[in-house]
């Protein structure tokens, strides 16, 4: 299958293709079609959730970084289930808490409506526990040491200490739970080229 060129921005037609393919897909969790976007933190995940949204019309996103916590990076699934899977699938607007990373507490809420289409990102929004709600799943494709490197360059060197921490984490939950073999479309988190169809039809991307 044909890999889409540039379509990285809202106005490009890989993009759109997608957008239109995954709102067409059959509702997932309940009247909602929940699409995961997943790969390795500093994979550009969360910038291109927020251009497939767009693509969307507008579609809410829930980040899953605002659900884990220092203590619990991966045991967020309880909290995902409870305060946004269930009210979604019952057809309800979602409200869920929302961790500060900088207190190191819960602070706020958070509504999520239950659109046609919702965008859950984050890492581990692939996971076994999830995949049962999701319509559609996307991975992001920059392999982990690429990725670590770009979040470091993005969050400055104060929190080398917890990238370490988090590689670890995030290398011993995808050896356990792994979210790649289950992506049905593929975007390189480099040129934001977009393939679709399953992943054992998609072509390698560069």
């Not at 190191?104 to 958070?110: D, V």
């Not at 040491?145 to 370490?164: H, S, V």
């Amino acid at each position: 299958m044909a890999v889409t060129e540039g379509a990285g921005r809202e106005g490009d037609p890989g993009l759109r293709a997608l957008a239109a393919r995954l709102a067409a897909a059959p509702p997932s969790c309940g009247p909602v079609r929940l699409i995961g976007v997943d790969g390795h933190a500093g994979s550009g995940k969360t910038t291109f959730a927020g251009r497939l949204a767009v693509a969307l019309g507008g579609a809410p996103v829930v980040h899953l970084d605002d659900l884990a916590t220092h203590a619990e990076p991966f045991g967020w699934t309880e909290r995902l289930r409870r305060e946004v899977l269930e009210p979604l699938a019952a057809g309800r607007e979602a409200r869920h808490r929302v961790y500060d990373w900088t207190l190191r507490r819960f602070e706020g809420t958070r509504t999520v409506p239950a659109a046609p289409v919702v965008l859950v990102e984050g890492v581990g929004a692939g996971r076994r526990a999830v995949r049962p709600w999701l319509a559609g799943l996307v991975w992001m494709e920059l392999d982990a040491a690429a990725a670590r490197r770009r979040g470091e360059l993005r969050d400055g060197p104060e929190l080398a200490g917890f990238w370490t921490g988090w590689a670890r984490a995030e290398q011993e939950h995808f050896a356990a739970d792994p979210s790649r073999p289950y992506a049905d479309s593929r975007v390189d988190g480099v040129t934001g080229r977009i393939a679709s169809g399953t992943l054992g039809e998609l072509p390698n991307l560069p």
